[in-house]
T-cell receptor, first 115, second 109 residues
Framework: DTEVTQTPKHLVMGMTNKKSLKCEQH?????MYWYKQKAKKPPELMFV???????INESVPSRFSPECPNSSLLNLHLHALQPEDSALYLC??????????????FGPGTRLTVL | GQNIDQPTEMTATEGAIVQINCTYQ??????LFWYQQHAGEAPTFLSY??LDGLEEKGRFSSFLSRSKGYSYLLLKELQMKDSASYLC??????????WGAGTKLIIKP
C-alpha cells in the first residue's frame, strides 16, 4: 500500500464550527506532515510529526490543532477559522523526518472553504 | 535567507522537448526533488538528485549542479497530460524541504 488517504475530500464550514481533517498511511512511515496550499502557490508547511511527536510547528495560529494518535494517523482539528483559511490542505508522509532522502508521499488533499 | 527560483510559466508544443530550470540558495543542501502537480490535485514525486549529473527516468530527466546551485527538469515527447505545475524543492541542512513557487507548463497541440 503506497497510498496516503485523506478525508473528507471537500469541507465547507462556518467560522464558528469545529471540524477535523483526517489522514492515514500504511507504509510504515514515521514522519507525517500537514501543508496548506493556496491557488497557484507552493505547499506551505504547517506541522511535522516525527515518530508521533510534534517536531515542527511553523508558527501556525492556534485555531489549527494537530494530533497524531498513532504512527498511521494524523488529524488536524479546526476551530473558529477565518475565510482566509480556505485552501487545499495536504497531508504527506515520509520514511522518517530526517535524512536527505525524505521523499514525501502526498494524499489527495481536503478542499476547505470557510464561509 | 532561503530562496528557490523557477520560471512562473512556460509554453511548449505537443511532441517537443522542454527544460524547466531551478536555481536555489539554501542553508545547506541535502538533495533536490522535482514534483508534478495537476490543478486541484496533490503533488506527485518525479525525481531526486543529490549528486551532480543527470538522472533519467523514461521521458523525464533531471540534472543537478551543486556548485552552481542549479537544476533542470527535462521533459521529452511532450503529451497533453504533461500540462501541470512542476515544483522544485530542496532539502536544507536541517533536512527541511524548501519549496519553489512552481512552474506552470502549458502544452499546446
Amino acid at each position: 500500500d503506497t497510498e496516503v488517504t485523506q478525508t473528507p475530500k471537500h469541507l465547507v464550514m462556518g467560522m464558528t464550527n469545529k471540524k477535523s481533517l483526517k489522514c492515514e498511511q500504511h507504509m510504515g512511515h514515521r514522519a507525517m506532515y500537514w501543508y496548506k496550499q493556496k491557488a497557484k502557490k507552493p505547499p506551505e508547511l504547517m506541522f511535522v510529526y516525527s515518530y508521533e511527536k510534534l517536531s515542527i510547528n511553523e508558527s501556525v495560529p492556534s485555531r489549527f490543532s494537530p494530533e497524531c494518535p498513532n504512527s498511521s494517523l494524523l488529524n488536524l482539528h479546526l476551530h473558529a477559522l477565518q475565510p482566509e483559511d480556505s485552501a487545499l490542505y495536504l497531508c504527506a508522509s515520509s520514511q522518517d523526518g530526517g535524512g536527505s532522502y525524505n521523499e514525501q508521499f502526498f494524499g489527495p488533499g481536503t478542499r476547505l472553504t470557510v464561509l | 535567507g532561503q530562496n528557490i527560483d523557477q520560471p512562473t510559466e512556460m509554453t511548449a508544443t505537443e511532441g517537443a522537448i522542454v527544460q524547466i530550470n531551478c536555481t536555489y540558495q539554501t542553508s545547506g543542501f541535502n538533495g533536490l526533488f522535482w514534483y508534478q502537480q495537476h490543478a486541484g490535485e496533490a503533488p506527485t514525486f518525479l525525481s531526486y538528485n543529490v549528486l551532480d549529473g543527470l538522472e533519467e527516468k523514461g521521458r523525464f530527466s533531471s540534472f543537478l549542479s551543486r556548485s552552481k546551485g542549479y537544476s533542470y527538469l527535462l521533459l521529452k515527447e511532450l503529451q497533453m497530460k504533461d500540462s501541470a505545475s512542476y515544483l522544485c524543492a530542496v532539502t536544507d541542512s536541517n533536512y527541511q524541504l524548501i519549496w519553489g513557487a512552481g512552474t506552470k507548463l502549458i502544452i499546446k497541440p
